[in-house]
Structure formats: C-alpha cells, structure tokens
C-alpha cells in the first residue's frame, strides 16, 4: 500500500516535469524552425521563378541562328527583328575583304539590356564582294 | 525531369558516374540520420514507459525529441533548398559555358578569317606567320600558318574565359585573271590548230598566229573555227607564272626526310622506326603521340589513321601498298621513296602522298595531294575536289621522266600541275573518256583528248600520228570555262597579290 502511494506521487510529479521541459523545448524548436525557414522559402522561391539561365541559353540560340543565318544568306544587311521577349539587332562593320557581323540580344521590355551577343568575322570572297557593292 | 538535371550536371563538367555516387552517399546518409532518429524516438518512448512502469527514471531521460527533430527537420529542409540553389547554379554555369563555348568558336573562326584578309603578299606568308588577334566579349584568337603540299595549312586557337575551341583549315588562292580564260596556249611560234571533235567554251589567249582549223585522216574537219568565246592575241605570250621555288623546297625536304629514314637509328619518343622486310604497319602501332613513322623498306598499310591536331609523317625507303581497308584522314603525310600503290577502295581525305618515283591511283574515293614525277590514272579512279596531281621536276640524281596520265574513264577535280623543267621533257596525256574538273597548268606538253571543265594553260600541245608528229593541235578536246564552279579556287603560286579563301575546314 505503502509502495503504491510511492509510484503515484513519483508519477505525478514525473507528469509535471516532462510537460514543462517538453513546451519550453517545442517553443524553442518552433522559432528556430521559423527563423530558419522563412528566409530558406522566400531564397527558394526566387531561385524558382528565376528564369535567367533560361532566358541566357535562349539568347545564345537565337543569337546564333540570327549569325547562321547572315553567313548562310549572306544578308549583310543591318537589321533589328523583335521575337517573343527579344530583340534581336544586327550590326554590320565593313573591312578590306571582310565583314564583322556583330549580334545582340536584349530583352525586348528592356532592350538597353543586353543578354548575350555574338561577334564574328567573314572573309568576303571576289564574287561575294559584289555582293556588298 | 531527373535525366533533364542530369543533363545540366554533365553539361557543367561533372562526370555523370561522380554525380550518381554523390546521389547514392547523399541516399545512404539520409537513411542512416532516418534510423538514427527513429531509434531516438524509440529510446525516448521506452525510457518514458520505463518511467510510468518501472519507476527508474532520470532527468535526463525525460528530455523530449522536438528539438532534435526541428533540428533534424531544418538540416533535410537545408539540404533540399542548398540543392534547389546548386541546381540553379549548375543550370546558371551551364548556360554561361553554352555561350562561352560559342564565343572561343566563333574567335577561332574569325581569327582565321582576319588573317586571310590582310595577307596580301605571298613572300610574307611564305615566311610562316603567328598572329594574335583580339575579340569581343573578351575572347581572342591564335592563328599559325604553314604550308601543306600546294596548299596553306591554318591553324586557329579560340580562347573565350577557360575555354579553348580549335579551328583549321586548307587555304587556297581564287584565281587569277589567266583563269578566266578557258585557254592560254603560250606558244608564240605555233596556231593553235582545232581538228575533229574539238570545242572550247570560254575565252582562248594564243600568240600572234590565233586559232585555225586543221584537218586529220579519219576525222570531221570543223566548219569554223569552234571557240565559242573571244579570242585574244598576243605577239609575245608567256606561259603565266607559278612560284616553283617553294614547291620544289619543300619537296627536297620530303627527300630529307626519306633519306633520313633509311639511316639506322632509334629515333626519339615522337619517331617510330620500323625495320624488316616486309612491313606491314596498322594502326595500333602508332600512339597518338607519334609524329613521324620511318620505314626501312616496303610496307603495306592497313587500317584507318586520322590527324586533326598532330600531323603525322609516314617516310618509306622502299615502296607503299594500301590494303582495300585503309583509311587515311587529315594532316598525314606519307612519302616514300618507289611506287605508290593507292588500291581500289582506299579512302583518302585530304593527305600528301609524295613519292620520288610514281603514284598509281585505282580508287575512285580519294580527296589527296597526289605528288610524284610520274602519276598514272586508272580507269574509273577519281579524285575528287580539291586534290592535286602535281608532277614537278625532282631534285634527285637521275630523275625519272615526268608524265601524268588520265586513263579512259578516270576524273580529276581540282588541279594539275605539270612543272616539267622543259617542254620536251614531259607529257601529260589526258584520253578520250577522261575529264578534269578545275585546271590544267602545264609548262610542257599536252596530249589532251578528254574532257576539261575549267582552264588549260599550257605551252604546248602534242600528239603523234604515224608517222608525224603534230604540235599545236587539238583533235577531240573539249573544254568548257562555263562549267566551272565559281567557288573553285587553285593553288597559291599563280599571282605574287593574293586572295587567300578557305578551301576546306579540317
């Protein structure tokens, strides 16, 4: 009987400490949680809807279609063509037997930014000089 | 969408084998952390249920888990987002490395393309030229320049960041102004006599006697004179020149390097000797860092051999078989001292064949710079644009005569050179059933029955008819200038101003 008596008191106040300990714990817990994982969503989420490295490898697609395009036509012609959120320009430079042919992409919202562009030098042969003339 | 994130991580430059390990330790961790936190879990639980029951408790078992689990919780969410982040990143670098590779390439290509345009002398070039050119988006290029048989070698290095993209290319020289005409018979002592069969397409420059016709046995006898196209005349032709002298350099040097093959010795790490009669030499003989293979005696070769980047040299004493399997591609130089044997099937893409005796083409898959004093067409062999068939007058004492002849059915586009040291020493004999598709540059004589499509600029015609000899004539040539391609281009050598233009990417 004595021993019962023992266990119970033992018991209630093994309850009240555990309970203690564990809400402190947990409010601990809780605002590391929140101070961690608020910043670690919101970096995460900019990282999501960033679309640079996109956007980047489809200027360098369309930068070199644009420059395969001045080689294979042979349109050494200055030119600027607006596609989906691009703006293409093209810009040619005249030299003895040469033409540097210069492409830029930008951003068709902000086109004095400029997102990647492409630089090549083509030797004229005589019967592609006529063409220039 | 895994193999998408795959494809940037290789795109980034890690091995995809190092990646899949990473992913697999990165796999078995997160399991060891899940056992570890559910045998904590665990503890906890029957610590607590000692607690209740068995009454030996402490405090320090009374802690709870939360913590260690948000901790737990925050490193697994960590994890995740660092590799959302390197993910990013990857895709970001890889991008970049996108452009970046575009960047050194087109450097590379434009270097060679500014080099080009400024030479304007050939005693410059001559001389081997690296050039240092600066680009845009802080890119430049490195251009070197030497000779490869007739042609010009380039050799271009694009560097763009920590990118290096390599670029070459065979150079030719657009014609001069001589090859405009589709001929120039630069004999100021004989007429140029059409007889038979003969037509000419194209412009015809001759000496002060023109162009008549001329009458064979067995043969139509042409109405009027058959050119359609001017005729030029000049008191005092000359036959166009061509710088021989770098040529036949260059040719004594192979000579060198034959001679030097048959001297014994080891060589040193970039030189495979080969000694033994007969050799047989396959591909697996030579490591990539061979440059030059002597061989003392005949050989046969067998297998494929490709140089984009190192040339190679293949000098032979005696003479040189290919077996039906061979493929020869790139900068491969082979020079032997007897015949050369190019079997049918044999595919050549572009090499110097140089032999001091004589060539015998069979095949018809063959792109090459064919040099010898003697080189023979056989019937249905080809060579195709832009070879060369150069006959020039060797170095070596008692040189065997010099010929090149197109058998029936045989085709040639690009050039020949016949540099005979004099009109009679030589013939180049073109039959009926043979076309040459480019130009025929000859200081000798010319027995022409085929096909041209292009130039012949010559200073003599010949053919014998029992019992007379007949110079200055043509009785079934057929020559068209119009049909040449605009594109053609010929050695460099005809004109001191040059155009230099890409004749072939490597």
Excluded at chain 2, 55 to 60: A, L, N, R
Excluded at chain 2, 265 to 281: E, W
Aim: glycine content about 6%; aromatic content about 8%; overall charge positive.
């Amino acid at each position: 009987m004595e021993n019962m008596e023992k266990e119970r008191r033992l018991h209630i106040k093994l309850h009240i400490n555990e309970s203690g300990f564990t809400l402190v714990e947990t409010v601990v817990s809780m605002s590391l949680f929140l101070a961690v994982i608020i910043p670690l969503i919101v970096s995460v989420g900019n990282f999501m809807m960033d679309n640079k490295s996109d956007t980047l490898r489809r200027a360098t697609v369309l930068a070199e279609s644009e420059m395969n395009q001045v080689v294979g036509m042979k349109d050494f012609t200055e030119k600027e063509t607006k596609t989906d959120n691009f703006l293409i320009e093209r810009k040619i430079e005249n030299g003895f037997r040469i033409v540097r042919v210069h492409v830029t992409i930008a951003a068709f919202k902000d086109p004095q930014r400029i997102i990647a562009g492409l630089d090549k030098s083509i030797l004229l042969s005589p019967s592609n000089l006529e063409i220039l003339k | 969408m895994c193999s998408k994130y795959l494809r940037f991580i290789v795109a980034a430059g890690v091995d995809r084998g190092t990646f899949l390990e990473w992913i697999c330790r990165c796999q078995f961790y997160y399991l060891r952390l899940l056992e570890r936190w559910y045998q904590n879990m665990l503890h906890s639980y029957r610590t607590q249920m000692n607690t209740v029951y068995r009454h030996t408790i402490s405090k320090k078992e009374e802690a709870g888990f939360a913590l260690p689990s948000i901790l737990f919780l925050i490193t697994i969410l960590s994890l995740a987002a660092l590799s959302v982040v390197m993910l990013h990143y990857l895709q970001r670098k890889a991008a970049m490395l996108d452009l970046a590779r575009v960047h050194a390439l087109y450097a590379a290509q434009s270097g060679i393309s500014e080099f080009l345009a400024q030479q304007t002398s050939l005693t410059n070039i001559a001389a081997g030229i690296s050039t240092e050119y600066s680009f845009p988006y802080n890119s430049k290029a490195t251009v070197v320049l030497s000779r490869w048989g007739c042609f010009f070698l380039i050799r271009s290095t694009g560097i763009s960041g920590a990118l290096r993209t390599n670029a070459a290319a065979v150079v030719g020289d657009n014609p001069s102004i001589d090859f405009n005409n589709a001929l120039v018979f630069a004999n100021p002592n004989h007429q140029l006599v059409c007889a038979g069969n003969t037509s000419i397409t194209g412009n015809v420059t001759t000496g002060k006697g023109g162009v008549i016709t001329g009458t064979l046995q067995g043969l139509p006898t042409p109405r009027t004179i058959p050119v359609q196209g001017k005729v030029s005349q000049q008191a005092n032709i000359q036959l166009p020149q061509y710088r021989t002298a770098e040529l036949l350099n260059e040719m004594s040097e192979w000579d060198k390097v034959i001679a030097s093959a048959g001297i014994n010795g080891s060589g040193d790490s970039t030189t495979l000797v080969l000694r033994g009669l007969p050799t047989i030499l396959q591909p697996r003989m030579i490591a990539p860092s061979v440059a030059a293979v002597s061989i003392n005696g005949d050989v046969v070769i067998q297998g494929q051999y490709i140089r984009t980047e190192n040339p190679l040299t293949i000098a032979v004493t005696g003479s040189v078989a290919f077996s039906d399997s061979a493929r020869i591609r790139g900068l491969i130089k082979i020079l032997a001292a007897k015949q050369i044997t190019i079997a049918p099937n044999v595919e050549f893409d572009f090499p110097v064949v140089y032999s001091q005796s004589s060539i015998a083409l069979l095949s018809d898959q063959v792109r090459a710079q064919l040099f010898a004093p003697s080189i023979t067409f056989n019937s249905n062999a080809a060579a195709r644009y832009p070879s060369v068939a150069v006959s020039a007058q060797s170095q070596l004492p008692h040189p065997p005569k010099n010929q090149i002849i197109m058998e029936n059915g045989s085709r040639l586009e690009g050039t020949m050179l016949f540099l005979a040291p004099a009109a009679d020493t030589g013939v180049v004999i073109i039959k009926e059933g043979a076309k040459l598709i480019g130009s025929l540059y000859s200081t000798a004589y010319i027995t022409l029955d085929g096909s041209i499509d292009g130039t012949v600029i010559t200073k003599e015609f010949y053919f014998y008819q029992s019992p007379t000899t007949y110079l200055g004539w043509l009785k079934s040539a057929r020559i068209n200038r119009t049909a040449l391609p605009k594109s053609y281009l010929v050695p460099p050598g005809f004109s001191d101003s040059p155009k230099l233009d890409i004749l072939d990417w490597l």
